[in-house]
């Protein structure tokens, strides 16, 4: 069973427009989500997280917005720059459990010039 | 900070035979996780040790699999009777408790190809 879902493989924007990329989750002891990007041939970087206590959170282009009681996220980048293209994995734990982190399956992003 | 380092980046190995990855975490960090990721799918989580006691292993994907950090420095992920299933992008991670919403940060991996 998957627990966290992205359900669009891929995403297309225009340089300088907005991204947004969408995750659901169905463990309802999600308590703490993270964003974590992908380039080819290296390891997922952390992006930005957010706790169940908020519902935002921003570091400068990316903000990550949570409905808890939709049980969704989504990352929203503004503005998109070619080099934000890359895989964007969300991911989700529950505190106090070791961190073990579960990830959904991936959304490319294509930023184009 | 030199970030976590996987060793070795790509094995390529036959039907049966035994593998065995390392993996050196940031050096403060006490806990390390290894995941695997097939092609077209997130990290799936295998194990994790907090400095040299594995927590968590009832994810590992077989009695295949074993892992070990037996100083609490660097870790070991060994694949026993290899298959073809096994091939993967295999990632380890590290990250400094408390607190335990510490993000991870992953290793570059190692990809097994079995053949």
């Known amino acids: 069973d998957q627990q966290v879902k992205q359900n669009s493989p891929s995403l297309s924007v225009q340089e300088g427009r907005i991204s947004i990329l969408n995750c659901d989750y169905t463990?309802?002891?999600?308590?703490?989500f993270l964003w974590y990007k992908k380039y080819p041939a290296e390891g997922p970087t952390f992006l930005i997280s957010?706790?169940?206590?908020?519902d935002k959170n921003e570091d400068g282009r990316f903000t990550v917005f949570l409905n808890k009681s939709a049980k969704h996220l989504s990352l929203h980048i503004v503005p998109s720059q070619p080099g934000d293209s890359a895989v964007y994995f969300c991911?989700?734990?529950?505190?106090?459990?070791?961190?073990?982190?579960?990830f959904g399956g991936g959304t490319r992003l294509m930023v184009k010039p | 900070d030199t970030g976590v380092s996987q060793d070795p980046r790509h094995k390529i190995t036959k039907r049966g035979q035994n593998v065995t990855f390392r993996c050196d975490p940031i050096?403060?960090?006490?806990?390390l996780y290894w995941y695997r990721q097939t092609l077209g799918q997130g990290p799936e989580f295998l194990t994790y040790?907090?400095?040299?006691?594995?927590?968590?292993k009832s994810r590992l994907l077989s009695d295949r699999f074993s892992a070990e950090r037996p100083k609490g420095s660097f870790s070991t992920l060994e694949i026993q009777r290899t298959e073809q299933g096994d091939s993967a992008m295999y990632l380890c991670?590290?990250?400094?408790?408390?607190?335990?919403?510490?993000?991870?940060?992953f290793g570059n991996g190692t990809r097994l190809t079995v053949t």
């Open positions: 991670a590290s990250s400094l408790f408390p607190p335990d919403d510490s993000p991870l940060h």
């Open positions: 463990n309802s002891m999600f308590d703490y």
């Open positions: 957010i706790s169940s206590i908020k």
């Open positions: 991911a989700a734990s529950a505190y106090n459990a070791g961190n073990m982190l579960t």
């Open positions: 050096s403060e960090h006490n806990r």
């Open positions: 040790f907090q400095n040299e006691a594995q927590l968590e």
